[in-house]
Structure formats: C-alpha cells, structure tokens
C-alpha cells in the first residue's frame, strides 16, 4: 500500500508555502533559543552560511541570511544595487513581478517590463530583443512564479543576457524555487538569488536567504538602514570564521531550524542534482495527473511549468469555494488564486519540501485522493479513462 | 527551599535576550506551520494586534507586527517618518542610541543629539534646553539602553517635551523594556514605541513589534519597500478585523508564540500594572545584591537604572574572560558588555520574563548562587557582612 505514512487525520499544508515541515526541522524551531554568541550557535549559523552555498551550487557567491519575511529579498537587492536613475529589466510574468517592479522605482530604478501572456514564461527573444536596446544595470526573473506556477527558464535568459550585456546583474527571485528547482549560481553566472524559508528550504517563515556574487559586491550602495548589506556582510563574515558578531539579533531558532533542513536536502535527499531531478519527475506527474482529471492547467504543462507547485482552472461548473472548502474537510489545505485577473477561476497546490521528497508520507497520494472526491462531490465529471487512486508515478 | 523548581543542570540564559522562554511558548514556535490565512492563524494573529494594545497601554494607537529583528523598528521609524532635511533629537545614552542617529541620518534627517555621561540617564533639562532651541520632527528616547542597562524617565521626558512642541513625534525605543517596563503609551502621548520579541515579551527572536499614534500615521511617507507602513497598515486592519490579507507572508509560528506569551503578561501574570511593580521590585532586589556583593554599577542604583537587566563592573581583580567561563561552567549564561569604551571592563545580566516574573524557578537565585560562586573562584573578596545564598528579595 502506496500510503504507508500517510495520516489521513492530519491536515496537510499544500499550498505553494509555509509548506509541510520535517518534524526534526520543527524539533529545532521549538528548542530554548540559545545566545548569539553561543559558541554552538556561532558554529551552526557558520556550517549554515556554507550550507546555502552548496544549495545553489556556488563557490564564490557571498550567502546572507536576514530575519525578514522573502519579502525583505527584494528589498535586500533594489536597495543596495540600485542608485537613482539606474535602468532595470523586469521579466514580468505575473503578481511578484509587479512587487519587484514597485520596490525597484521605489528606489530610484527606471524600470522596463517585458510582460509575458497571463501564464506564460518569459519568452527569451523578447529579453534578448529589450537587452540589444539596453543597456540594463539589473536584469530581474523570477525563477517560479507563484502567482500562476510559472516556471522561468533562468539558464537560457541568463546566459543569453550575459553575451549581450557582459556586465549586468542578473537577480533571480527564487522564493518558490531555491532547494528545488534547478538553479545553478556559478554555472550561469547568476549575481542575486533570494529565497524565503518557509519554501522549498523548508523551514518556518521568517528567514530571507540571499546570495550575492562578487560582481554584485561591488555594486553595493544602501539606500536603507535595516537591509544595508555593508552593515550584515561583516557578519556574515565573522560567523563563516565561527566568531560571533551583532548587527541584529539574529532569528536564532530559525536558523538552528535551517541548518536542519538544510542538512536533510544536501545529505539526507542525496543533494541538490538529485533533487533537481526528482523535482522535475515530481512536477510532470503532478501535471499529467491534474489533465487526466480533465481539469486545465494556468501555465503550460512541459517547459514553462514549475515543479513545486501547480495552479490549475476550476473546472466551469465547479464552485471555487465550495471545492477549497470540500479539500478542507478532507484535510488537505490548498490555496486560492493571486493574480488579479483570475483570482477566482483557479486555485494552487504546493507540491515540494518533504511533500515531495518523502514520498513515503503519502502526502501527494492523499492531495490527489482529495482532489478526486471533492472534484466529483462538486460536480465534476472525470474522463471515461480516468484511473483514480493510483501512485502518481504510475498514471 | 525558596529554589523549588530550579534545576541546577539546566542551563540558563540570562542575558538582555534572547531570554528563556516559557514552555508553552517554545511549544508554540515548534507546532507545525499553520497557513498564513488559516481562520484559526487570522483569529490568533487578530488577537495578538489587540493584546498589544494592552501591553503598551493604548486605545487609538495602531500596532504593527513584523518580521525581522528590533532593528527594524529604528528603521521602520525612521523610513516612514523622516523626510529628508527634517531635524530629529536623539537622547543618547549609548550604543543603540548612536544606531538610531545612523538610522535617522541614513534616511536624511538632521540629528541633534543630548549626550548623557557614560552610565548616566537622559538628563531632562538638557532635552528641554534643546527642544527649546529646536524645533524637532521627532524626538527618541531608548527606554532601556541596554547597552549600559540605564532605564530612561520616559513620561517625565515625554510630558515635558509635548508641552514644549505640542505636535512633535516622541519615539520610543522599548526593546529591551516594552513588556516589563512602565509604559503608558497614551496617558505619555506616546508616537511611536517598539520592541524585539526575544525581550520582555517572551518569544523567540525575529518579530519586531510597533505601535503609532493617530498622529504619527499622519506622518507617514515611507521611504522604503519593506518596511513600508502603507503597505502594512492595511493587512494589520484586516487581520484585526479577523480577515486574512497578504503583503508579506507573516512569521506564522513567531506570532501565535507571541500570542502564547502576551496572553501570559495579560492574564497568567496578572496584566501590566502588576507587572511594571514586580520588575521594578526585581530590579532594585538585583541591584541592592550586586552592591552588597562589593560590586560596582555601570548606572546608578535608582533612577536612571533599568530594571529588566544590570551592567556590572568586574571588581579590579577579577579577569572577566574567567569570570564569564566559570559562570557558564555553572549553567548561567550572562553577556560581556558592549558599550565600545568599557567593553572589556563590565558585564550584564538580564532578569525578565520567566525568570523576573516566576520565581518559583529559581533562576535568579541561581544567578546570585553563581555569581557567588564564580566570583569568590576569581578572587573576589566579599564584604563581611555579605550573607551569601538568600532568596532576593530577603536581603
């Protein structure tokens, strides 16, 4: 039986985060917190540092880890990258697009759009195209867009940027990607990736990770006080030298937590090409089970898709509500839409953290199992051919 | 036996925060991520916002709960009050009144600063001297320097400089007193007054909490993305109005552990009244052993010293490395000091929360029992008449 450590009693967060937590990582979360400069802390917090390193597969790249929601990321970039009258790309492919696009002018950037169709990716020859008019100091892509489960093809924008314009910051906004989806700093010369912890890191929210490269170093001027990069790198420093240092008081559970979670997905997953790879495998079945279903999905289904969530139409003569309420009582939490255009014809479902790598708790067998019944409680009709309660990879 | 439920092998944190938490709410922080718009998380969040109305002493004032550490605050403050060319006046006591003046001065405002001497709290005549010569947008008293564990006079500086600028902005910086500390937000005319959640308020670090007055909203022009209060106001109205709403996704685990803690202050300890007498009693209680001791303060005895944490000297023989090794050696973490002139000269022991507020731990007797301890070890000679090994407040 596929559903060995499946509960159904437990409700299951599925949605694109806070996601399921491993309880080891939770365990941590819930300890007396410790000093800052606890000599054990000051350790944890320095593997930690090197930890998001491996993560995003770079070796120069300087890691900062900021108490602040992934919000603070964007923020963390526009303010200490930007000066006023600075010329910026933003691939916009939906809601978070738009947040970067408002804090980029914010603080001072002049900023350009390449807008992609409601659901599509960012087309490359449309990047390709703005850049030759440049010149762009920043180049921003979100790797998944969560707002309609887009998933961005960071390698080929960024290597195609990198020809045209040799010394511009290409900034990837990663906050439902980084520690699942591909993402490879060095190899595509990446030079910003932030994330929020409570993604595919796997910890509670509360936790903005970012990775800068030395070509960003250089561009460091701070435009604020709190996310002055001149003021964390110093600490950062210190504690990567296990020395203990103050800026802030930093969210010590949080990054006890990290340091766990983080530890299960460089060692226990196997690392980060197994995962990318599982993740793939993950994403696809999740998509090919959803249109057996009949239903449509927000983005399409092979590239351009994101493997660690899934926005999916309600089917017409499904009530929204009725069907998130229905999955509710069948203890899977699911979201609602975000884009405005479409906020409630669809909903999303999150599909990565120990949801995905531990296939054994059942919990994406237990999301599609709710799927079916609320489905066919709401109305839905299934496909003539449609085989319900099977093992995702076996559809 | 006055240590009842002291466990002499636990080791306790006693520094000015991180403190030691209550069970229930490190329980809290580790339970599994609720979504940031669960019915359950909304109700819990909504009355968090109003529970900290109540800590703060306020009706009208607007509290703010945000992630990220008590620094945020200064900017928080400063980003969204301060326009360029506006002239503020810093009361300066210490450390974390000059990253105030940084903060203000990064956000363009013209700082004026009221110097106390080392140890010494805000002389009031000087402030009003300066005000008279004024005027200021803003004014910011720290409440506890903790640095040098001096306690402000808040209303008396407060009443007095409403009288002479009747629409200035007084801001406090409560971090590490809001919770333990006399404070009356609107009975002082209070604008704006924030702390760190690893302080007085009991909760693992990573939340930074701010009230405002009416009349500092009307102030508000932010000058940042994160930490923009326009964008904040409207999710702190909806949750408080028991909706669910999105800017960034808030430290769900750190705020239904607030929540778990200030139901404590206002309930299970008997709300602030009571607590603001019994800190005061603690404090002096603290202070009146360490003189007994043959020991020297930083800040003076009464006035002018704060009663959440005390900075010591370390007597002329005493070498504080040892001092502070041995005392962790029996289970008491305390903090070197901080303040750059005396760095290596002082320690500081915090005595909030749990251990000021339930004394049947035992935790500061065990203090007292270390110190004892620690200090004959390095060499310390007591006074002859220093009875060592009494509760407290029997001295």
Redesign the interface.
């Known amino acids: 039986e596929f559903r060995k450590m499946s509960d159904p009693n437990k409700r299951l ?1 599925l ?1 694109p ?2 996601i ?2 491993h309880e080891s990582v ?2 941590a ?8 400069v ?1 000599p054990g802390f000051i350790n944890t917090f320095g593997e930690t540092i090197e930890q998001i390193r491996s993560v995003v597969l770079t070796e120069t790249g300087q890691p900062f880890v900021m ?6 990321g ?2 963390a970039v ?2 200490n990258l930007i000066q006023r009258g600075d010329k910026a790309l933003v691939c916009n492919t939906g809601y978070f697009a738009d947040a970067m696009t ?2 980029l002018t ?2 001072g950037a002049e900023v350009t759009e390449v807008k992609s169709p409601l659901g599509e990716a960012v087309d490359v020859e449309a990047v390709v195209a703005a850049l030759h008019v440049g010149p762009f100091k920043l180049l921003h892509i979100i790797h998944v867009e969560s707002s309609l489960s887009i998933g961005n093809d960071i390698e080929t924008i960024a290597l195609a940027a990198r020809k045209i314009q040799p010394e511009i910051l290409i900034c990837v906004d990663g906050v439902c990607a980084t520690g699942a989806e591909e993402l490879r700093f060095d190899a595509w010369d990446i030079d910003a990736a932030f994330t ?1 912890s ?1 993604k595919a890191c796997g910890v ?3 936790l903005m990770i970012l990775v800068l490269s030395q070509r960003a170093m250089k561009h460091i001027k ?7 990069l001149t003021r964390w790198l110093p600490i950062m420093q210190a504690y990567e030298k296990r020395v203990g240092s ?9 990054v006890v937590a990290l340091n766990v979670s983080l530890t299960r997905l460089l060692n226990v997953y196997g690392g980060m090409e197994k995962i990318f790879v599982t993740m793939k495998t993950i994403g696809q079945n999740m998509r090919d089970r959803v249109l057996a279903m009949g239903l449509k999905l927000v983005s399409p289904s092979g590239k351009g898709a994101s493997n660690t969530m899934t926005s999916i139409y309600y089917p017409d003569n499904v009530d929204g509500g009725q069907f998130r309420s229905a999955m509710s009582k069948h203890n899977c ?1 699911i ?1 609602g839409g ?1 884009h405005p255009a479409i906020k409630t014809k669809y909903f999303r479902i999150g599909h990565m953290g120990i949801s995905a790598l531990e296939p054994e708790r059942g919990h994406l067998e237990q999301l599609v199992a709710a799927m079916e019944s609320c489905l066919r409680e709401c109305g839905h009709v299934f496909p003539k051919d449609y085989v319900p309660s099977q093992p995702l990879a076996q559809l």
């Open positions: 967060l949605i985060g806070p399921e937590f939770l365990a979360n819930g300890r007396q917190t410790l000093s800052h606890d108490s602040g929601s992934g919000t603070l964007l923020e526009a303010s408002d804090c914010r603080f929020g409570q509670p929210p509360g701070p435009q604020t006080y709190y996310s002055d103050y800026f802030c008081t930093p969210s010590v559970n949080l939490i979201a975000l």
